[in-house]
């Protein structure tokens, strides 16, 4: 079965520019999580999506959002781009529930120039 | 919000040693994950372990749940096993998320 997918696998931004990343969960899985790692530190939670419905908003400003769609594939979509907006962005998806295995994606590296 | 601690931060080793890494959560969980980051960025899944041992070839994990902390130990290292270890969890008292701590940057030397 494939894995968590990705695209792009990486982009080039400038400021104030805006960038929709994609994600598809594993099939079977209905809850996708978004989350941004600057370099040298962990993934920051920044969304949780289940059956088309928001769980969860990390501490993240509102010029980040999300929306997940009926196939329970997602988009993350991140507008007025600063140059600390670029990280490695990864998706997880998991069964519902908090006691379940979240696998991740590979990451879409965005670089913000 | 539940606080995650790993240590050691760096850890450089001979090729064929063993090592420990542990991970300290200030607050009960239900979700216990370790992950291994790869160069290139993927977060590869080690164990699901919110309570209890596991092991897989020459990895092994123990979650000491009333304790609030778990152990990864890999045995006979080899120079695949560089990278950076994640330890993340999920609170009993919060949302879905995982909490990632700041991670165990292992160096195997041939």
């Known amino acids: 079965d494939a894995g968590v997918t990705q695209s792009p696998t990486h982009l080039i931004k400038t400021r104030g520019q805006q960038v929709t990343l994609r994600c598809s969960p594993i099939s079977g899985h209905k809850s996708v999580s978004w989350y941004q790692q600057v370099l040298g530190q962990g993934p920051q939670f920044i969304f949780q999506y289940y059956e088309k419905e928001e769980r969860g908003r990390g501490n993240f400003p509102d010029r980040f959002s999300a929306r997940q769609f009926p196939n329970y594939s997602s988009e993350l979509n991140v507008n007025a781009l600063l140059l600390g907006d670029s990280a490695l962005y990864l998706c997880a998806s998991s069964l519902a529930g908090q006691g379940v295995t979240q696998y991740f994606g590979p990451g879409t590296r965005l670089l913000v120039l | 919000g539940i606080q995650v601690e790993q240590s050691p931060p760096d850890l450089i080793l001979q090729e064929g040693a063993n090592s420990t890494l542990r991970c300290n959560f200030s607050?009960?969980?239900?979700?216990l994950q370790w992950f291994h980051q790869n160069p290139w960025g993927q977060l590869i899944n080690l164990f699901y372990i919110p309570s209890g041992t596991k092991q897989n070839g020459r990895l092994s994990a123990t979650t000491v749940a009333t304790e609030r902390y778990s152990l990864l130990y890999i045995s006979s290292s080899q120079t695949t096993d560089s990278g950076v270890y994640f330890c993340?969890?999920?609170?009993?008292?919060?949302?879905?998320?995982?909490?990632f701590g700041t991670g165990t940057r292992l160096t195997i030397i041939p």
């Open positions: 993340a969890v999920i609170s009993n008292f919060g949302n879905e998320k995982l909490t």
């Open positions: 607050d009960s969980v239900n979700n």
